[in-house]
C-alpha cells in the first residue's frame, strides 16, 4: 500500500476518538512512548521545544495540553462522522449538555440554537470563537449556534464549571470554545445531502474555503462561503406525533383542542337556570327554564353543521391541532467571511476576523383559537342559526331581563348589563355569549425570523519583551432580526365583527375572504443586540523553582465589554391586541464593564519519586460594571494537580463565578397588571398573628388598619410586571476533582474520572411566579423583611392608606434574584487506539474507541433561596419545574476501525430513565425508559484531495416513547429523543 495511505491512517487514528479524555495529554517528557494526543494535532514533540499553545480554560501558553478544569474536545472528525451540518446536533450528545433550542424547536420555538450546560441554563454557559466572544441574537445575549460556520471548525472544547477568572461574566457552568482552522491554504470545498427513511426532511450544504499565504510568507488570509438549507417536517408526518395525545384516565387518547374551526357558543348557568336575588340558589319567581337546548351543556352548543347546534362531546369533538405543526422547523442560511493575519514587523502580527450570517427560521401552528365573552345583536345573528337555536338564545336574553328585574325589586345590583361592571351590556336583544372558535379560514400561524448578524475584529499580537508577548483586539459584533408573523387575529375587530353580527362564526368554513381580510393582522417586530470588546493581555514566564519544574507562568490584561440590545414590536404586538402569537413590550437598555485580570500557573516539581509533576494555578478578575446594583465583582479560582508518577494524575479545582443580569432580565418591558390576589394584611387573622403583624407595619401598613378590609377594596390588585433593573449578578462556586489514568503497561489507554459540584445562587427568576405568589411567600412562608419578597411590597404600597398599587406605589413582579441550583456527579470517559497487522487496504489497521459520560448524582432547583425546599431534576423531566429529561446517566461512544483510506465507525448514544417531576399529578406515563440510539458512518479517502462519508443515523428506527399531558411538543421531548428516525446522508470535500 501506499505510504499516503499509511499517513492517513495515523491521522485518522489521532482524531477518531473525537469526544476525547478530560486532559488530552501530558507534557511528551514522559518516560513511554507517545503518539499524537488522541483528539489533539500537537506536535509529538510538544513539551520538548514544540510551539507553546493555549489551552480552553486558561490564558497562559503552554507546550502541553494539561488541564486542572475537566476538559473535553471534539475534533472536526466527529462532524463528519454524524452528518451534522448545525453544530448543535453534535453538541447536543455530549453527557455534559441538556438540549437548548434546537432544529426541533416549534413551540416554543425561536428560530435559534442554544447551548445548555449542566441544564443551568443557555445564558449561563459561554461560547467562545477561537478562544473569543461571539454574536448573541437577542435581549438575553445568548449564541445563536446557527451563526458558527461548522465546515471552518477544527475542534470544540468543553470546560465543565465556572470560568469567570478567565473570560468574564456568563461562564457559570463552564465554557465552549469552538476553534475555526487556521493558516488555510488552497481551496476546500464540499457539499453534503441528508434525508430521512421515510424520503422527507432533506438538507443540503454546500461550502468553499479558499485560503492563501502571502509571497513572502508573512501572512495568511482565508475567505469563506456556504448555503444551507433545512426542509420541515410536520407532526402529521409520523405515527407518533400525529395526534395530540392527552391523559385519559389510565390511557393515552387523542385530545387536542376545544376551540374548533366549527365554534362552540356557551352562556353563564345563570342565564340559564337563574338564580335568587341574592345569587345563592335557584330563583323562585318568575320561573325561568332550567335548560335551554344545547346551551345547558358543560361545554355549551357544538356547531358540528353550521347555524345548527348540538351537544359538544368531549374530547370527540376536539380540533387535533397536531398535523399542522412543525415537527423540524424549515432554515435557510448563507455565511460569508474571512480572517486573516500579517506579520508587519518582527514585532507586531495583525489579524481580522469578519462573518456575516443570513439566517431565516420559521415556526409554524394550527390556526388561531380565539375565545372569549361576547355582546351578541340577536336580530344581527339570526340569519346564521336555526329556528330552534335562535328561539333558545331569545330565551336566555328573557331570562337575564327577569334576573335583573328580581334583583332590582330586592334592592340587588343586576348580575347583567353596564351596572354589573360593564361585562355585558344586556339590553333587550342583547345576550352575552361565551364563544370560542379556531379560525381555520386564516391558515395556520405562521412567524418568520429573519436574523442578519455579522463580527468584525482586528488586533495586533507579537513579542514583547524577553519571553512576553502580548495580544490587543476589538471586535464588534450585531444581529438585527426581523420576525414577521401570518396567521394572527386581531382580537378588537373579530370582536366588533362577532357582536354586531358582521360575520358569521356558528360553523366551520362560514368565512369569506372579505371576512379574514376584515379580521386578520400581519403583526412584526425587530430585534437589536450589540456586543464591543476590546481586551488586551501580556502572558510570558518569570522563570522557575529550580525543582524540575517548568518556568513560571503569568497572564495579566484588561478587558472592555459593552452590550447592547433592544426589542421592538410593533403597534398592534405591543397593545396586546393580537391573538395567536404572545404580546410584547417594548425592551432597550445596554451597559458597560471594565476589567482586569491575571492568571498564574507555577510548576513546583517535575521528575522527583512521588512527584512526576506538581504544578498550583490561580486566576483572579475584578470587574466594574455599570449598573448600580452590580457595581465591583471579584472572581477568582485556584487549583492543583499532582502526578506522584507518570501514570497517573490527581488534579482539583475550585472557581467562584459571576453572571451579570442580561438585557431582557434588566430592561424587560414593564407594564401594568391587574390580577387577582389577596393581600394577607388585609385578612382579619393578620390582626392576631404577631410575626404577620409586625411584617405587615415594616412593609408600610399604618398600624391601626392591620387586619382591615379596607386595606384591600377590590379582588384584583395593580402591580407592575417586567425586567428589574435593580438585579444583581448571579454566582457560582464550582469544585472540580479527578484521576487521568495513562498506564504505561496498556499503551493508547486513557482513563479520566472527574467530580463535580456546581452551586448557582442569587439565581435570577421571577419573583414568586406572580403576585399573588409573592404576596404569600413574603407574609406566610418567609416572612422577612429583608427578602425580595418583602420588599416588593414595602416599596409598593401607599404609605398614606397601606394599600397595595394605589397612587402610582405598585409592587414591582418581575425578575428577581430569588432562586437557586445545585448539581453535583461524575464525568467519565475513556478512548483507547489497538493496532492490528491486518487490514483490507493495508497491512495494517487500527480500531479507535471512545467512551465519554455522565452520571449526574442530583440536581436542586431552588425556587427561594432561603428556604430547604427544593425540586430535584436529576433523573426527571416534566412541565412542573424540570423541562427537557435529565437522566442520571448519559453518555456517547464510538468505535472506529481505521483500515488505510477507510474508516467505519459505529456510535452509541445512550439516555438513562427518566420519571415526572410532578409528584402530586398521576399521569399515564410517569417513566421514560431508557433511550439507546446507534449510528453507523463510513468515510473514504478516494486520493488525497478528494474523500467522501456517507453514514445511517439512528439506525434502527428508534422512535421516542410517547406521552401525553406532560409533554413539551409533539407527544415527546422532540430536543432530547429522536424525532426523525432513520435518517441518511452523504458528503464530499475536495481539496486542492
Known sequence: MSNRYNKAALLAGTIMASLVIATPAHAQSDSQPQENPVGTDIDADAGTGGEAIVVTGSRIQRRDLTSTSPLATVQDEEFKLSGAVNVEQVINTLPQVVPGATSFSNNPGGGVATLNLRGIGAARTLVLVNGRRWVSYDTSQVVDLNTIPQFLLDSVDVVTGGASAVYGSDALSGVVNFRLKQDLSGVEAGGQYSITDRGDGARYQGYLAVGANTSDGRGNVTAFAEYYNRKAVFQGARDFSRFALGDDGDVLSPGGSPTTPQGRVSVAPTAVVGVDPDGTGPLQAPTLVRGVGNYATAFGANFGSPGVSDVFDVPGDYYNYAPANYLQVPQERYTIGGYGHYEISDAVTAFVEATFVNNRVANELAATPVGGTFNVNLAAVQPYLSAADFAALQQIDANETAINAARAAAG?????????????????????????????????????????????????????????????????????????????????????????????????????????????????????????????????????????????????????????????????????????????????????????????????????????????????????????????????????????????????????????????????????????????????????????????????????????????????????????????????????????????????????????????????????????????????????????????????????????????????????????????????????????????????????????????????????????????????????????????????????????????????????????????????????????????????????????????????????????????????????????????????????
Request: charged share 20%; with cysteine; aromatic share 12%.
Open 412 to 992: 340587588l345590583a343586576p348580575l347583567f348589563g353596564p351596572q354589573a361592571g360593564g361585562l355585558n351590556a344586556q339590553d333587550p336583544g342583547i345576550v352575552q355569549l361565551g364563544i370560542s372558535r379556531r379560525i381555520l379560514e386564516t391558515g395556520a400561524r405562521n412567524a418568520l425570523d429573519e436574523r442578519n448578524a455579522f463580527r468584525v475584529l482586528a488586533g495586533v499580537r507579537g513579542p514583547a519583551f524577553a519571553n512576553w508577548n502580548y495580544e490587543a483586539y476589538y471586535s464588534y459584533a450585531r444581529t438585527r432580526n426581523a420576525q414577521i408573523q401570518s396567521g394572527n387575529i386581531s382580537q378588537s375587530a373579530y370582536r366588533r365583527a362577532v357582536e354586531n353580527g358582521d360575520i358569521n362564526v356558528f360553523g366551520a368554513g362560514t368565512l369569506s375572504q372579505a371576512d379574514v381580510d376584515g379580521i386578520s393582522i400581519l403583526a412584526q417586530n425587530g430585534e437589536v443586540s450589540t456586543l464591543q470588546v476590546a481586551s488586551a493581555s501580556l502572558s510570558g514566564t518569570l522563570g522557575s523553582f529550580g525543582w524540575g519544574g517548568d518556568a513560571i507562568g503569568l497572564a495579566i490584561g484588561a478587558e472592555y465589554r459593552k452590550v447592547g440590545a433592544e426589542f421592538i414590536p410593533d403597534t398592534a404586538l405591543s397593545s396586546g391586541d393580537v391573538v395567536g402569537f404572545n404580546a410584547g413590550d417594548p425592551t432597550a437598555g445596554s451597559y458597560s464593564v471594565k476589567e482586569v485580570f491575571g492568571e498564574v500557573r507555577v510548576p513546583l516539581i517535575a521528575d522527583r519519586p512521588f512527584f512526576h509533576r506538581l504544578e498550583l494555578n490561580g486566576a483572579a478578575r475584578y470587574s466594574d460594571y455599570s449598573l448600580e446594583a452590580v457595581g465591583g465583582t471579584w472572581t477568582y479560582a485556584g487549583g492543583a494537580e499532582w502526578a506522584p508518577f507518570a501514570d497517573l494524575t490527581f488534579r482539583g479545582q475550585y472557581q467562584r463565578a459571576v453572571r451579570a443580569p442580561n438585557v431582557g432580565e434588566l430592561f424587560g418591558g414593564q407594564s401594568n397588571g391587574f390580577p387577582g390576589a389577596t393581600d394577607p394584611c388585609a385578612l382579619a387573622s393578620a390582626a392576631t398573628d404577631a410575626t404577620v403583624r409586625d411584617l405587615c407595619i415594616q412593609t408600610g401598613v399604618p398600624a391601626g388598619l392591620v387586619g382591615t378590609a379596607g386595606l384591600q377594596p377590590a379582588t384584583q390588585i395593580q402591580g407592575l410586571f417586567g425586567g428589574n433593573p435593580d438585579l444583581e449578578e448571579e454566582t457560582s462556586d464550582t469544585y472540580t476533582a479527578g484521576v487521568v489514568f495513562r498506564p504505561s503497561f496498556i499503551p493508547r489507554l486513557n482513563i479520566a474520572v472527574d467530580y463535580f459540584n456546581i452551586k448557582v445562587e442569587n439565581y435570577i427568576s421571577t419573583l414568586g411566579g406572580g403576585l399573588n405568589g409573592a404576596l404569600n411567600l413574603c407574609y406566610n412562608v418567609i416572612q422577612d423583611i429583608n427578602s425580595a419578597y418583602c420588599q416588593a411590597f414595602a416599596t409598593g404600597r401607599n404609605p398614606a392608606n397601606g394599600q397595595i398599587g394605589d397612587s402610582g406605589f405598585l409592587p414591582l413582579i418581575g425578575n428577581a434574584n430569588v432562586a437557586k441550583v445545585e448539581t453535583a456527579g461524575v464525568d467519565f470517559q475513556v478512548d483507547y487506539s489497538l493496532p492490528l497487522n491486518m487490514g483490507l487496504f493495508d497491512e495494517s489497521s487500527k480500531l479507535n474507541f471512545f467512551f465519554l459520560g455522565t452520571y449526574t448524582d442530583t440536581f436542586k432547583f431552588y425556587a427561594v433561596q432561603d428556604l430547604d425546599a427544593f425540586d430535584e431534576c436529576a433523573g426527571r423531566f416534566g412541565q412542573l419545574v424540570c423541562g427537557n429529561p435529565q437522566p442520571k446517566w448519559k453518555w456517547s461512544s464510538r468505535l472506529s476501525w481505521i483500515d488505510g483510506p477507510l474508516t467505519t465507525s459505529i456510535r452509541w448514544r445512550h439516555l438513562g430513565k427518566v420519571r415526572d417531576d410532578d409528584d402530586s399529578t398521576d399521569y399515564v406515563v410517569e417513566e421514560l425508559k431508557a433511550y439507546n440510539v446507534f449510528d453507523l458512518a463510513l468515510g473514504f479517502d478516494i486520493t488525497e484531495q478528494l474523500s467522501l462519508s456517507m453514514g445511517v443515523n439512528n439506525i434502527f428506527d428508534k422512535k421516542p416513547q410517547v406521552i401525553g399531558d406532560n409533554q413539551e411538543q409533539a407527544n415527546t421531548y422532540p430536543g432530547v429523543y429522536d424525532v426523525l428516525g432513520r435518517d441518511y446522508f452523504v458528503s464530499a470535500s475536495l481539496k486542492f
